[in-house]
């Protein structure tokens, strides 16, 4: 393709971006198919000859879009969303244009040190102490996993990387009950077991007991095993629980234990005085992650992983050959020191655009809008005789079920899993569910940039009109 035949096309492809966004809410906004409905139409080998670009682009738009789910919809209440702001979409279109890959200072000097700005303009958002640092990793499960290699590396004065773990007996972990799962992945990745990952129990907010806390890693220490990390979670995936980070954080001091904040989608609260009680006691954390590609108008993908001790970070990660070396040595950061991956995608360039489009004021006011919507729509839940929340639910997520009288806990299951089926087929409103102490959960999520309150109203209604159908004989 020439540089002509790109112009062409990239104009053409931005009036349908910008008609797609325009027109989102004609898109079911889950993709309303079967296993192999797309791949039918994909040819088994692939081309021998190229193809011209129209030809490609109807075929995206033929194939490939009714098997997309519209994450941008206004009717997305599912997992959590993630948020694709105009700035930041444009800002990946000159982040793919540049194409560069930002490893290190030299590879891409700019990207660098945008990235250490934007991270800590980010640590002043979210009212994290000074010192602590960090980069962009692509997700919240990469940032884990390497807050856990160095809490591992550090207990062991960063030699098992050389020697392999087999001689320092039995790591554990502990985490909530509640924890995500990209938690018992890194365990198992990083080598420590998730036999060795102790959930451990929660009070009646579903938030980690300190003292269950303390006393595993006692029993722990009596059986011989070496405690090397806690994962506390700050808005945990189901529904929105808070660990109490301080009382944590000093049981890990006393015990010399890494403490890893989760804060993947309830971090970007930060942002508002109002939620900063939230960190209290976040200084004794070694590391935190939150994604500013679930709530911080950001595209996927952004992770903003922060760290306290920047050297046990690099000398965790640290591996130089001569190919890599560059001239400006440790006078700079260099990113590619700073986790798993080598290569780097330039990330902070769309949080340099969203951070300055939107300011502060801006994203406040995003936020608190999806929480105030949130807790409007939770009371009318609370307040209507056939339903029930399950949780509490301070931000912008609550969990809920149906619950007619004379209904089974079974029954109850059965019927609150047919209710979600039957709104996510409707194609104008996308939940998914979790489990409470056992009972079938629907989770309802605020957090498109595209929701207004009219959204919210239709999708309560046909939330009553479809429960109600169910039980009418
Ligand atoms: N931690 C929590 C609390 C989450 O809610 C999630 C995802 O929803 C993750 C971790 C994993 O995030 P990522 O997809 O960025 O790895």
């Given amino acids: ?193 998730s036999d060795n990952l102790r959930k451990i129990p929660v009070d009646a907010n579903f938030a980690m007991i300190p003292e269950d806390l303390e006393h595993a890693i006692e029993s722990d220490l009596i059986a011989g095993c070496v405690p090397t990390c806690v994962v506390a979670t700050l808005g945990s995936t189901s529904l929105s629980a808070i660990d109490p980070i301080r009382k944590i954080g000093e049981i890990c001091q006393k015990y010399n234990i890494w403490l890893h904040v989760d804060a993947a989608w309830a971090g970007s609260a930060l942002i508002l005085p109002e939620f900063r009680w939230m960190i209290d006691g976040v200084e004794l954390a070694d590391s935190l992650v939150f994604n500013p590609h679930k709530w911080l108008l950001t595209q996927f993908d952004c992770s903003a992983f922060f760290v306290r001790d920047k050297a046990a970070l690099i000398q965790t990660f640290e591996i130089l050959p001569e190919y890599l070396k560059t001239r400006e040595g440790d006078r700079v950061n260099n990113y590619r020191d700073w986790g798993v991956q080598l290569g780097r995608r330039f990330r902070a360039l769309k949080l340099w655009f969203v951070l300055r489009s939107y300011g502060l004021e801006g994203l406040q006011t995003h936020l608190r809008k999806h929480i105030g919507f949130c807790q409007n729509l939770a009371q009318k839940v609370e307040e209507h005789k056939d339903f029930e929340l399950l949780a509490p639910h301070p931000l912008a997520l609550f969990c809920f079920r149906f619950k007619p009288a004379g209904q089974t806990e079974a029954d109850l299951d059965a019927l609150n899993e047919t209710l979600l089926e039957k709104l996510n087929d409707s194609g104008r409103l996308y939940l998914t569910q979790t489990r409470i102490q056992g009972q079938y959960a629907l989770r309802f999520v605020s957090g498109s940039p595209y929701t207004e309150q009219h959204h919210i109203d239709e999708a309560w209604a046909l939330i009553q009109n479809m429960a109600q159908s169910l039980t009418k004989k």
């Fill in 1 to 193: 393709m020439d540089n002509s035949e790109f112009r062409r096309q990239a104009h053409k492809f931005v009036d349908w971006m910008a008609d797609y966004l325009d027109n989102i809410e004609d898109y079911p906004v889950k993709a309303q198919v079967k296993p192999g409905d797309i791949a039918a139409f994909l040819p088994d080998s692939p081309p021998t000859s190229g193809e011209d670009m129209d030809t490609i682009f109807r075929d995206f738009q033929d194939i490939i879009l009714p098997g997309m789910t519209h994450w941008q919809h206004p009717g997305f209440m599912a997992y959590f969303p993630a948020n694709a702001s105009p700035p930041s979409v444009l800002a990946e279109m000159l982040t793919s244009t540049l194409a560069a890959q930002c490893m290190s200072w030299q590879t891409s000097p700019a990207a660098t040190e945008l990235e250490e700005r934007m991270m800590d303009w980010l640590r002043q958002l979210t009212g994290l102490p000074e010192g602590f640092v960090g980069c962009i990793q692509d997700t919240a499960s990469t940032a884990t996993l390497a807050a856990l290699l160095c809490a591992r590396e550090r207990l062991h004065k960063f030699s098992t990387n050389h020697s392999g773990l087999s001689i320092t007996g039995t790591h554990t972990t502990y985490a909530s009950a509640e924890v995500h799962s990209s938690v018992d992945k890194a365990v198992r990745i990083a080598g420590l077991g």
